[in-house]
């Protein structure tokens, strides 16, 4: 793994225009990763066809054309994950000296992101990660910087790994042909979750475990069909004789006129024999229900709603209003947020950081993503910080910053001065509405001071000589 130390870049008008130092250290774990587990590996070429990923994704496939309640999870899953959009925010405070500069990045990633079509790149790239594990991001910076999802994504596999397990090259194989090339830098993976020991280096799919309840909901499907057909169409049989012993053996030339006149017979009529007695008996499943293949099939949905963690319509249908928000709340805590975060990171470490630099900006400057708008809980927290500030917990400086607010220096100071005026109002009515004394007390007569010696009239000159 490699880092990048930005030295700190100095806030001037030409500072976009001024050259980026870094400083490049490489790390090296102990922990590595080898399929075979045969010692620490050195760089390795792989062979064609020896990591594909091929196979499983036309498994997959398959599983979600046999029966649709697979794919409608993944659409659901995807759709909650993109639901509300993409936001921004700025990487630092209002009180920061460099805010001007990371609003003006955040407004720069929000054309980005539009001019890209980042939000439906999001929901495909959902789609695929919950469906095969894992979705690529191919990068371009000639001529200006882009991202896509490719095609033939089920195609490309790793080419070569460094000591430590980490691809550095991946390619497109097809046909048994090598068509494109990609380095770590120009191709990104996006793995799902889970452990990815067994299906290096992707991730295993959402799907992985429901084959046994899919297969045998399609058979079932099947057996319900043939089941309704013979209900609507039921068959007729033929008996010849009475059944009893003595009509048991049916003769060869009885038999085949028998047969001739079944064939031309229209249906609803009956048939004319002279030797035996036959009966027409009505075949099919009859009137028997069918409540247990029902009841099964009820099972195997069920189960795998539980294997994917996506309700199903009908479950959000059936439910009650607080049940159905429950169940999306749960979906969101074990998988939406989770994709989430991932989703987050690899767009701002693989895409956004380096389409900054190439722009003249910081690092630093990369914007905080968000999946919900910033306003969707501004009311509950104005309220919370309304009370914080009203018993003097806070003061509204600290409150417009945890906002994301504006402090206005001369609005709370014109404010402050009024409200100090209006009490001194409310202060003077009080003393004037206050009633006076009719025989207000007499004043005290101010005494005078006198010294010792005055009062006994003894000068000080000629008490000192005596």
Not at 346 to 362: H, M, N, V
């Amino acid at each position: 793994m490699k880092y990048k130390l930005q030295l700190p870049r100095i806030l001037r008008e030409d500072s976009r225009n001024s050259p980026h130092i870094h400083f490049t250290a490489s790390e090296k774990y102990k922990a590595n990763f080898d399929k075979a587990a045969s010692g620490k590996p050195k760089r390795k070429t792989f062979n064609l066809g020896e990591n594909s990923w091929k196979t499983r994704c036309e498994h997959y496939d398959q599983m979600c054309e046999q029966y649709p309640l697979l794919k409608m999870s993944l659409f659901t899953l995807a759709g909650l994950v993109t639901a509300q959009g993409l936001f921004f925010k700025p990487a630092v405070n209002r009180q920061d000296e460099t805010y001007a500069l990371a609003e003006e990045a955040v407004y720069r990633v929000d054309k980005f992101k539009r001019d890209q079509k980042v939000v439906s790149k999001f929901y495909e790239t959902a789609f695929r990660m919950a469906k095969y594990g894992g979705c690529f991001w191919e990068i371009s910076k000639d001529p200006v910087f882009s991202f896509r999802i490719p095609p033939l994504q089920e195609c490309i596999e790793p080419a070569e790994a460094d000591d430590q397990g980490q691809i550095v090259a991946w390619r497109q194989v097809v046909n048994n042909n090598e068509v494109a090339r990609w380095n770590s830098d120009e191709l990104v993976l996006i793995p799902f979750l889970g452990e990815t020991t067994s299906t290096w280096p992707f991730a295993p799919s959402l799907l992985t475990g429901t084959e046994t309840e899919s297969e045998m909901l399609v058979s079932m499907e099947e057996s319900s069909k043939d089941y309704s057909e013979k209900q609507a169409w039921p068959y007729e049989v033929l008996m010849l004789g009475d059944g009893t012993a003595n009509s048991a053996m049916v003769s060869d030339e009885d038999y085949i006129a028998a047969r001739n006149e079944w064939r031309n017979r229209k249906p609803g009529e009956g048939l004319a024999t002279r030797n035996m007695p036959v009966d027409i008996k009505v075949g099919g499943t009859g009137s028997a229900p069918i409540r247990e293949l029902a009841v099964l099939c009820e099972l195997m949905k069920t189960n795998i709603n539980d294997a994917v963690m996506v309700p199903g319509v009908s479950q959000l249908y059936n439910a009650t209003e607080a049940s159905a928000k429950e169940l999306r709340k749960h979906v969101m805590t074990t998988l939406g947020q989770p994709i989430q975060w991932r989703l987050s990171e690899y767009f701002q470490d693989g895409i956004l950081k380096p389409w900054l630099e190439t722009t003249g900006f910081s690092r630093k400057s990369c914007p905080e993503i968000l999946f919900e708008s910033p306003d969707t809980n501004k009311a509950e927290e104005a309220q919370y910080w309304t009370s914080l500030v009203s018993a003097k917990i806070q003061t509204p400086l600290q409150a417009c910053d945890h906002l994301g607010l504006e402090y206005d220096d001369a609005y709370w100071t014109e404010l402050e001065q009024k409200q100090q005026e209006q009490f001194d109002k409310q202060l003077q009515a009080k003393k004037e509405a206050a009633p006076k004394d009719v025989n207000p007390p007499e004043e005290k007569v101010k005494g005078k001071s006198y010294q010792v010696t005055e009062l006994f009239n003894v000068e000080p000159e000629a008490h000192k000589h005596d």
